[in-house]
T-cell receptor, first 112, second 115 residues
């Protein structure tokens, strides 16, 4: 069955360092992959979308890579700040359907 | 842009009550809206997909007579939890999408507590 794994349930890093979150998937051939941020008690907020033919995408301090051979996406936050503390969700979607499947998320904590 | 408003944010009611949750896209037209359920520290579980003017498509294991979805316009979808029981208590979140392959924009969720 299709499976999405975000390897770390929680990640704690020092302010100023680069946070790297991992998303792996099996039994799936996604057309695109998305990353969302979710704060406690709130709905997810869209951050970045990367398509299967793209290797890397950047937006300000965020960078996403997509390796369809390894079936993996990495999400980087450079120069991390305490305000970046949140749960980050990866989500996959196929080209033949509009619904997406979410990973369980990684709770990121940036300590001052 | 791409703001989705979900109302109410919190509901506490007695067992047997029916509860209606509204999801509105404020500044764009949504061809498709989705309803999710999220348990504490768990991922979002898709309940159903609704397209404007047509019947919702429910995921396996989701009772369509229990969770009634109406998508009457391109900016409004409603989820009604009928005859709610304590096991229906959860965090319900809607999202709206302008088209296939586009990001989903989420509401802030509804915390439903059934006593």
């Amino acid at each position: 069955s299709q499976k999405i794994e975000q390897n770390s349930e929680a990640l704690n890093i020092q302010e100023g360092k680069t946070a790297t979150l991992t998303c792996n998937y099996t039994n799936y051939s996604p057309a695109y992959l998305q990353w969302y941020r979710q704060d406690p008690g709130r709905g997810p907020v869209f951050l970045l979308l990367i398509r299967e033919n793209e290797k890397e995408k950047r937006k300000e301090r965020l960078k996403v890579t997509f390796d369809t051979t390894l079936k993996q996406s990495l999400f980087h936050i450079t120069a991390s700040q305490p305000a970046d503390s949140a749960t980050y969700l990866c989500a996959l979607a196929g080209s033949s359907a509009s619904k997406i499947i979410f990973g369980s998320g990684t709770r990121l904590s940036i300590r001052p | 842009g791409a703001v989705v408003s979900q109302h109410p944010s919190r509901v506490i009611c007695k067992s047997g009550t029916s509860v209606k949750i509204e999801c509105r896209s404020l500044d764009f037209q949504a061809t498709t809206m989705f309803w999710y359920r999220q348990f504490p520290k768990k991922s979002l579980m898709l309940m159903a997909t609704s397209n404007e003017g047509s019947k919702a498509t429910y995921e396996q294991g989701v009772e369509k007579d229990k969770f009634l979805i109406n998508h009457a316009s391109l900016t409004l979808s409603t989820l009604t939890v009928t005859s709610a029981h304590p096991e229906d208590s959860s965090f319900y979140i809607c999202s709206a999408q302008t088209g296939v392959g586009q990001p989903q924009h989420f509401g802030d969720g509804t915390r439903l507590s059934i006593l």
